[in-house]
């Protein structure tokens, strides 16, 4: 007689020696962010940082400077909506800062530094929630301008080029932000500094006016940093090129692009990303 044969055990979440469960970057990464949007989703300070104040300068925008510029002969709007998303991006990330230095400074870094979760979890968790955050209010904003005359030119393989340079984008402009929130553990410096970074990088650059309406000498500077570049492959991805060219002012090579768009973030990312875990260790 054959002994009875033991009943298979379903497939469960990993589990230590000691029957708890193991750390995993993924599931606590969602878990955390779920926290955290629900925390945004409290916080109305937060929901007018996300979508009121993108809109407001949206409409600002569109509305004070629209006419001026067609009568320049630049299409306004294929040219400004790429800009007010990458200015919403920069609030989600300066948002980030603060979300990181109430942590730090709350005690619940701490806290999660000694519960069994992965390392990394803490700092993905505020990616996944403000990019999460800077896709809703970039969505709203594309809806905003159409009725600009904002349109997606490019078609559906260019809306998905443009939702991953956002995303790819939030992820390298979130990053140093959450550097500076664990590094300073205190809100008001963490804001403070991180308006210092983020009104240089929005005034000089082509984000709102092309390169010719700078001097000569700033005009390498602006039309090569980080946002600028980011800026115009989004434009690129959205815009037919002809249009592109002539809101530039030259010729603008899509490919060639996204390709340093791409770079800069891919810099940022690894920069940060080895930095973040280890702030975040430190001030825990």
Not at 67 to 80: P, S, T
Not at 109 to 132: F, K, Y
Not at 158 to 186: E, K
Request: hydrophobic share 55%; net charge positive.
């Amino acid at each position: 007689m054959s002994a009875p044969t033991a009943p298979p055990v379903a497939a469960g979440p990993a589990t230590s020696a000691a029957g708890t469960p193991r750390p995993s970057v993924v599931l606590d990464s969602l878990s955390l962010a779920g926290r955290h949007l629900l925390l945004m989703v409290r916080r109305p300070s937060s929901i007018i940082g996300a979508i009121v104040l993108p809109i407001m300068f949206a409409l600002l925008f569109f509305t004070i400077f629209g006419r001026i510029m067609e009568r320049a002969g630049m299409d306004f709007a294929q040219y400004l909506l790429p800009a007010i998303i990458m200015q919403a991006v920069f609030f989600s990330a300066m948002s980030g800062s603060v979300w990181a230095a109430e942590d730090a400074s709350s005690g619940m870094a701490a806290r999660l530094r000694v519960m069994p979760i992965s390392r990394s979890a803490p700092v993905a968790s505020l990616i996944v929630g403000e990019t999460t955050r800077g896709l809703l209010g970039s969505a709203i904003l594309v809806g905003i301008g159409y009725t600009f005359g904002f349109r997606l030119e490019t078609g559906f393989t260019g809306a998905l080029a443009m939702i991953g340079l956002i995303i790819a984008a939030s992820v390298a402009i979130i990053l140093p932000f959450l550097v500076l929130g664990y590094a300073t553990a205190d809100p008001e410096p963490a804001q403070a500094i991180g308006g210092l970074i983020y009104f240089p990088l929005l005034l000089v650059s082509t984000l709102f006016v092309p390169k010719g309406a700078y001097p000569g000498w700033m005009q390498p500077i602006v039309e090569n940093q980080p946002l600028s570049r980011i800026t115009e492959a989004l434009r690129a991805v959205s815009t037919d090129a002809a249009t592109v060219a002539t809101n530039a002012g030259h010729p603008v090579n899509t490919t060639h692009a996204v390709l340093i768009a791409l770079a800069w973030c891919a810099g940022s990312i690894i920069v940060f990303g080895a930095l973040a875990p280890r702030v975040f260790g430190r001030t825990a």
